[in-house]
């Protein structure tokens, strides 16, 4: 089995992962491994928003994804300047035909507005999302994949709505975890009450069916 890791921050040990490595617009593009790239909005500043979004659009163009990138309303970022640099990044992925990998704290209102405006078929995916049964579904219905990770190993409220959530709607992730991906895999498939292979399939079908490399194919 090889598990699919939609977002992490460093190279997986495990020959048995297979993951999208985030990196930020002035990091190294890290090698043989899928990536995605991304202006966080914990590290927009004014003064260097142009030269980052070159460089998202750059590295992009060898990335399976754009992001992550997206809305903090608990972060010192003013939010216009983050509306910013998240509609660039959305033309950065509907040019290059990329998937969005999405962060948001308390902006999901705004996010979903963003999205709409779009019009646009390309998928967004909420990363690391912690929102509540109500959010979850107000974006599933906007056309939004979420993804979970170590959260759902002690949120009740999360295992919940993962228990509930379409089959080709849903990621698993570590982000930066020292948890394994093998772990969380364990857990959706209790709160599923399947077979952790049954998931291992369903992930890898809906990653394959959304996520294409420089190459325009992508199979995990």
Not at 51 to 62: C, M, P, S, T
């Amino acid at each position: 089995m090889r598990y699919f890791n939609l977002h992490r921050h460093s190279p997986a040990k495990d020959l048995k992962e297979i993951a999208i490595i985030n990196i930020f617009p002035g990091q190294e593009v890290p090698g043989k491994y899928l990536y995605s790239v991304g202006l966080h909005p914990w590290h927009i500043s004014e003064d260097t928003l142009e030269r980052d979004i070159v460089l998202v659009e750059e590295k992009g163009a060898n990335a399976v994804a754009i992001g992550e990138c997206g809305l903090d309303r608990i972060c010192d970022v003013p939010f216009e300047l983050q509306l910013k640099a998240l509609r660039a990044q959305i033309a950065i992925a509907a040019t290059l035909g990329k998937p969005l990998i999405i962060h948001c704290v308390r902006a999901y209102p705004e996010l979903i507005s963003e999205k709409k405006a779009c019009r646009g078929s390309l998928p967004w995916i909420v990363h690391g999302f912690r929102g509540n049964s109500e959010t979850a579904s107000q974006l599933l219905r906007h056309g939004f994949y979420l993804s979970f990770g170590e959260a759902l190993m002690k949120d009740c409220r999360l295992g919940e709505i993962l228990a509930s959530i379409p089959e080709d709607r849903y990621f698993l992730e570590t982000d930066e975890s020292t948890v394994s991906i093998s772990e969380i895999y364990e857990k959706a498939a209790s709160l599923r009450n399947t077979d952790i292979e049954t998931i291992v399939l369903r992930q890898r079908e809906t990653a394959s069916g959304l996520i294409q490399d420089n190459r325009g194919n992508f199979k995990v």
